[in-house]
């Protein structure tokens, strides 16, 4: 009887990997043949974890990780860590090990339109009460049990989505800890986006994001493009790259090949990391969607209260020196907060906390999470 080998490809809800056989003999009437067991490979993560793919009703998939405390350690909350542009799950690397020794089970998510994950190009889909709902359902897809809430670490675009994720999901939040953007209501009128860079001119980029010619030029030029957007506080300081807030910087420098920057916040290896998760997929596509979904917001956000979530305890960790965040916007946003409280990043840091400052972020959070787990979140 000849020896068969085989092996398939086994997609499961939890991971897409490739399952290799392993023979072992089976008495087949007077005969043996060999036959296998399944022997799954785990794909890994580029935060060095199992990959999990979720799909979902909305036909959306995320891809995330699942990171439990370790053996000897209690549970005390889960918490879905949320990143920005252009970041992706493995911008949590810093922070990660710490957290999850605290006994804080996290699930971080490649958010939508970022490799791994669904990366639709229509804008419709990045709306927030969408990516809400998708939330939601990851979730639970997860293993979290009906009824049983979570906690919500967020930073830039993800600290946006978390924003109106607490207000659309109340039953599913009962803390939030937002890296460098307030906790802020949804405007009660639509601004356009000229209008919007006018009263604010810390985001004048965003203009530039918004429009659909952004996209070819920052892919066209990825590498340098992410250096540019990962310079840290001290480079800001100096000669050694231009205010991108501004208008028209970024897409002047990038037409320039003469420029570049290398990032104090990223290795070599941690930059190729970035840089050819972002190849893999559609490239910056998907992910400037983010920023071309101001009406579509404000239709589904404009009943929502005022009030953010006053019942529930909420982090906010401002650095000194955000280009693009001031400081004085948390500040001011705080006054208008209920159980709400700011942890200042004193000296210089910018928009990078978690990068700059990678064990102080972990600290405060840390911390904050294991004083109202104490409490059993209450405010």
Same mark, same amino acid.
Request: proline fraction near 7%.
């Given at each position: 009887?000849?020896?068969?080998?085989?092996?398939?490809?086994?997609?499961?809800?939890?991971?897409?990997?490739?399952?290799?056989?392993?023979?072992?003999?089976?008495?087949v009437?007077?005969?043996?043949?060999?036959?296998?067991?399944?022997?799954?490979?785990?794909?890994?993560?580029?935060?060095?974890?199992?990959?999990?793919?979720?799909?979902?009703?909305?036909?959306?998939?995320?891809?995330?990780?699942?990171?439990?405390?370790?053996?000897?350690?209690?549970?005390?909350?889960?918490?879905?860590?949320?990143?920005?542009?252009?970041?992706?799950?493995?911008?949590?690397?810093?922070?990660?090990?710490?957290?999850?020794?605290?006994?804080?089970?996290?699930?971080?998510?490649?958010?939508?339109?970022?490799?791994?994950?669904?990366?639709?190009?229509?804008?419709?889909?990045?709306?927030?009460?969408?990516?809400?709902?998708?939330?939601?359902?990851?979730?639970?897809?997860?293993?979290?049990? @009906?009824?049983?809430?979570? %906690? #919500?670490?967020?930073?830039?675009? !993800?600290? &946006?989505?978390?924003?109106r +994720?607490?207000?659309?999901?109340?039953?599913?939040?009962?803390?939030?800890?937002n890296?460098?953007?307030?906790?802020?209501?949804?405007?009660?009128?639509?601004?356009p986006?000229?209008?919007?860079?006018?009263?604010?001119?810390?985001?004048?980029?965003?203009?530039?994001?918004?429009s659909?010619?952004?996209?070819?030029?920052?892919?066209?030029?990825?590498?340098?493009?992410?250096?540019?957007?990962?310079t840290?506080?001290?480079?800001?300081?100096?000669?050694?790259?231009?205010?991108?807030?501004?208008?028209?910087?970024?897409?002047?420098?990038?037409?320039?090949?003469?420029?570049?920057?290398?990032?104090?916040?990223?290795?070599? @290896?941690?930059?190729?990391t %970035? #840089?050819?998760e972002?190849?893999? !997929?559609? &490239?910056?596509?998907?992910? +400037?969607?983010?920023?071309?979904?101001?009406?579509?917001?404000?239709?589904?956000?404009?009943?929502?209260?005022?009030?953010?979530?006053?019942?529930?305890?909420?982090?906010?960790?401002?650095?000194?020196?955000?280009?693009?965040?001031?400081?004085?916007?948390?500040?001011?946003?705080?006054?208008?907060?209920?159980?709400?409280?700011?942890?200042?990043?004193?000296?210089?840091?910018?928009?990078?906390?978690?990068?700059?400052?990678?064990?102080?972020?972990?600290?405060?959070?840390?911390?904050?999470?294991?004083?109202?787990?104490?409490?059993?979140?209450?405010?």
């Amino acid at each position: 009887m000849r020896t068969r080998l085989f092996e398939y490809m086994c997609a499961t809800e939890k991971s897409d990997r490739l399952v290799r056989t392993a023979p072992y003999k089976k008495k087949v009437g007077q005969a043996w043949t060999f036959t296998h067991t399944i022997m799954s490979k785990p794909q890994l993560h580029p935060l060095g974890h199992e990959s999990k793919v979720a799909h979902l009703s909305t036909g959306h998939h995320y891809r995330y990780v699942d990171i439990h405390p370790p053996k000897g350690v209690t549970a005390i909350v889960t918490a879905l860590l949320l990143h920005g542009f252009p970041d992706s799950a493995y911008g949590w690397r810093h922070q990660v090990k710490g957290w999850s020794g605290r006994g804080i089970r996290l699930i971080i998510p490649d958010m939508l339109g970022y490799h791994g994950s669904s990366q639709p190009t229509d804008p419709e889909h990045y709306a927030m009460k969408r990516l809400s709902d998708d939330l939601e359902e990851l979730i639970r897809k997860a293993g979290v049990p @009906e009824g049983e809430k979570i %906690i #919500v670490i967020a930073h830039d675009w !993800g600290a &946006g989505v978390a924003n109106r +994720l607490i207000q659309f999901k109340p039953e599913l939040v009962k803390g939030a800890a937002n890296f460098c953007i307030p906790f802020m209501p949804p405007s009660t009128q639509y601004v356009p986006m000229e209008k919007y860079v006018e009263l604010l001119p810390n985001f004048q980029y965003q203009a530039f994001f918004a429009s659909p010619d952004s996209t070819a030029l920052i892919d066209a030029n990825a590498e340098r493009f992410i250096s540019l957007m990962y310079t840290s506080a001290k480079q800001a300081v100096t000669d050694e790259y231009p205010p991108f807030e501004k208008t028209g910087v970024i897409e002047a420098w990038l037409k320039d090949e003469t420029k570049s920057v290398t990032s104090d916040l990223l290795s070599k @290896e941690e930059l190729n990391t %970035i #840089v050819s998760e972002i190849k893999a !997929g559609v &490239g910056f596509g998907a992910m +400037l969607n983010y920023y071309r979904t101001r009406k579509i917001n404000h239709e589904l956000e404009k009943d929502l209260p005022q009030d953010i979530r006053p019942d529930i305890p909420k982090l906010m960790v401002i650095p000194s020196a955000d280009s693009a965040v001031p400081a004085t916007m948390s500040a001011s946003a705080e006054k208008n907060l209920k159980n709400a409280e700011i942890a200042w990043i004193e000296g210089l840091c910018g928009h990078w906390v978690q990068l700059e400052r990678p064990e102080e972020s972990e600290r405060i959070v840390g911390e904050w999470v294991e004083r109202f787990a104490a409490k059993d979140w209450v405010p």
